[in-house]
C-alpha cells in the first residue's frame, strides 16, 4: 500500500475535462510523431500498441501542454514509465483495438505522493469509465477470470476487489450501454462517477487512485496520449 495516503488524499478530485487543450495542427504533429517512434509494447492477447513519447520529441509542443495543465491542475511532476532507451517519457501513445479491462494505474513506488492521470484522446471514437471506487495498491488489473489472472504484464493481475468493494450488483443500464466486454460479477460494488465519450483535442483528468476502464462501444480502433502525474 502507498505510504502517503493521507497526503494523496489531499490532491484528490472529481474527474474533470479540459477542452481544446490540442488544437488540430497539434494533433497531427503528435500522431505523424507516433509514426516514427519505436515500438515499446504490442500485446497481440489485449489488441493494444503503446509507444512511448520520450521529452525530447517535439519540445516546443511539450511546453505549450505543460503550460496549459500547470494552468488547470497547478505543478506536477512527470510519473511515466521509462522508454526502453532509458529516455524520460512524457507519456504513453496507446492505439486500442479493443476495450481495455478494469484497472488502476498507480505506479509500484509506495513512496511518492500520486496526483492525476491525464488523457488526451487524438479520436474521438469510444468512451473511458471512471468508478467513485479508489485502490492504492500498486497499478493493478482486476479480473475473475482465471487466465486473465495467470497473464503476464506490466500491471499485477489481482481478484482482490471483491473483497475491497462490497455492495450491490453492478448497474445493468450501464453495464448494458457500455461494459460488455466485462463480466458483470466483476464489476460488483462498483459505482461510476464518470462515463467520459472521446473527443480529440481534449484531457480527461481523473486521479490515479480511480479504477477506470474502456467502454465496450470501440469502432475499428482509438487512439490516445496518457500522461501519469505525482507531486
Same mark, same amino acid.
Given at each position: 500500500?502507498?505510504?502517503?495516503? $493521507?497526503?494523496?488524499?489531499?490532491?484528490?478530485?472529481?474527474?474533470?475535462?479540459?477542452?481544446?487543450?490540442?488544437?488540430?495542427?497539434?494533433?497531427?504533429?503528435?500522431?505523424?510523431?507516433?509514426?516514427?517512434?519505436?515500438?515499446?509494447?504490442?500485446?497481440? @492477447?489485449?489488441?493494444?500498441?503503446?509507444?512511448?513519447?520520450?521529452?525530447?520529441?517535439?519540445?516546443?509542443?511539450?511546453?505549450?501542454? %505543460?503550460? *496549459?495543465?500547470?494552468?488547470?491542475?497547478?505543478?506536477?511532476?512527470?510519473?511515466?514509465?521509462?522508454?526502453?532507451?532509458?529516455?524520460?517519457?512524457?507519456?504513453?501513445?496507446?492505439?486500442?483495438?479493443?476495450? %481495455?479491462?478494469?484497472? %488502476?494505474?498507480?505506479?509500484?513506488?509506495?513512496?511518492?505522493?500520486?496526483?492525476?492521470?491525464?488523457?488526451?484522446?487524438?479520436?474521438?471514437?469510444?468512451?473511458?469509465?471512471?468508478?467513485?471506487? $479508489?485502490?492504492?495498491?500498486?497499478?493493478?488489473?482486476?479480473?475473475?477470470?482465471?487466465?486473465?489472472?495467470?497473464?503476464?504484464?506490466?500491471?499485477? @493481475?489481482?481478484?482482490?476487489?471483491?473483497?475491497?468493494?462490497?455492495?450491490?450488483?453492478?448497474?445493468?443500464?450501464?453495464?448494458?450501454?457500455?461494459?460488455?466486454?466485462?463480466?458483470? *460479477?466483476?464489476?460488483?460494488?462498483?459505482?461510476?462517477?464518470?462515463?467520459?465519450?472521446? @473527443?480529440?483535442?481534449?484531457?480527461?483528468?481523473?486521479?490515479?487512485?480511480?479504477?477506470?476502464?474502456?467502454?465496450?462501444?470501440?469502432?475499428?480502433?482509438?487512439?490516445?496520449?496518457?500522461?501519469?502525474?505525482?507531486?
Amino acid at each position: 500500500m502507498h505510504k502517503k495516503i $493521507r497526503l494523496i488524499k489531499k490532491f484528490e478530485t472529481k474527474p474533470f475535462i479540459i477542452k481544446n487543450l490540442l488544437s488540430k495542427k497539434q494533433i497531427i504533429a503528435i500522431k505523424k510523431l507516433y509514426k516514427k517512434l519505436p515500438l515499446e509494447i504490442y500485446n497481440r @492477447r489485449q489488441k493494444i500498441i503503446k509507444k512511448k513519447r520520450a521529452t525530447h520529441f517535439e519540445k516546443k509542443l511539450q511546453i505549450q501542454i %505543460v503550460k *496549459k495543465l500547470n494552468k488547470k491542475i497547478g505543478k506536477f511532476k512527470f510519473d511515466n514509465p521509462k522508454t526502453k532507451e532509458g529516455f524520460n517519457s512524457f507519456g504513453m501513445i496507446q492505439e486500442s483495438f479493443k476495450p %481495455v479491462g478494469l484497472h %488502476v494505474d498507480t505506479g509500484f513506488d509506495f513512496n511518492k505522493v500520486l496526483y492525476k492521470q491525464i488523457l488526451i484522446p487524438l479520436s474521438s471514437n469510444g468512451e473511458t469509465i471512471v468508478f467513485r471506487n $479508489r485502490f492504492y495498491g500498486c497499478s493493478t488489473t482486476f479480473s475473475l477470470d482465471p487466465k486473465e489472472l495467470r497473464a503476464k504484464g506490466y500491471n499485477k @493481475r489481482s481478484s482482490e476487489h471483491q473483497n475491497l468493494f462490497k455492495g450491490k450488483d453492478f448497474n445493468k443500464k450501464y453495464y448494458k450501454n457500455y461494459l460488455k466486454h466485462e463480466n458483470i *460479477k466483476n464489476l460488483k460494488g462498483l459505482l461510476i462517477e464518470k462515463v467520459y465519450k472521446w @473527443r480529440a483535442g481534449e484531457a480527461l483528468i481523473f486521479d490515479r487512485s480511480q479504477l477506470h476502464c474502456a467502454s465496450s462501444n470501440i469502432k475499428n480502433k482509438k487512439i490516445g496520449l496518457t500522461i501519469v502525474t505525482k507531486k
